[in-house]
């Protein structure tokens, strides 16, 4: 059974230029949540989307957007790159629910795409 | 928004002792907090989480309290060995909002 699946592993991309992350999630599961993880420091909420609709948003501006295919897997763009923005960039997949009180069901995370910008 | 503090930040205990990590948090409405272990270059893996309703749960030779009213939650971890050292994080999210909000994370080193 496959876990969670992101690519490419590792990327160097120049300040000014655009990148596109991917993520696989977890058979069966249909929430995909995206994370921002600086070295040394706890993962930082991006993007939350569950049935291909965006369902949370974190503190990042407008250079950040996402989307969720109708297979679940989802894409992170990130535009107009600066160096801070250089860091490991986490999926994670879980179930979900489409309604009721149970929305937090256990997150499972990619192996991260390592983004370095010069 | 949700708060999440996390101390100590760095820990090193001898091969067997035991090892206690501690989170607190803001939101009073959270009611999820799952721990993550993640080794030098891997991915975070979820070790052991705890609901609301319940104030410990444990698993071998980890386990996990929870104090609504102080709202703080702590991770013990028995019989440390090697393979333990890692940086593990705490989280917090509640019903409604979609993201988990994580701690700083404490290095955890067991001397053999």
């Known amino acids: 059974d496959a876990g969670v699946t992101q690519s490419p592993t590792h990327l160097i991309k120049t300040r000014g230029q655009q990148v596109t992350l991917r993520c696989s999630p977890i058979?069966?599961?249909?929430?995909v949540s995206w994370y921002q993880q600086v070295l040394g420091q706890g993962p930082q909420f991006i993007f939350q989307?569950?049935?291909?609709?965006?369902?949370g948003r974190g503190n990042f501006p407008d250079r950040f957007s996402a989307r969720q295919f109708p297979n679940y897997s989802s894409e992170l763009n990130v535009n107009a790159l600066l160096l801070g923005d250089s860091a490991l960039y986490l999926c994670a997949s879980s179930s979900g629910t489409g309604g009721g009180t149970v929305w937090n069901t256990e997150a499972f995370f990619g192996q991260g795409t390592r983004l370095t910008v010069v | 928004g949700e708060n999440v503090e996390q101390h100590p930040s760095t820990l090193s205990v001898q091969e067997g002792d035991s090892a206690v990590i501690k989170c607190t948090y803001s939101?009073?409405?959270?009611?999820?907090f799952p721990w993550y272990k993640q080794e030098l270059g891997k991915r975070p893996q979820l070790i052991i989480d705890?609901?609301?309703?319940?104030g410990e749960k444990k698993d071998q030779r980890i386990a996990v309290t929870l104090n609504k009213t102080a709202k703080h939650f702590s991770l013990h971890i028995t019989e440390t060995q090697p393979e333990d050292s890692a940086v593990y994080f705490c989280?917090?999210?509640?019903?409604?909002?979609?993201?988990?909000?994580f701690g700083s994370g404490t290095r955890l080193q067991v001397q053999p």
């Open positions: 705890i609901r609301s309703n319940v």
């Open positions: 058979s069966g599961h249909k929430s």
């Open positions: 939101d009073s409405a959270s009611n999820y």
């Open positions: 989280a917090a999210s509640k019903t409604g909002r979609r993201a988990l909000t």
């Open positions: 989307y569950y049935e291909k609709e965006e369902r």
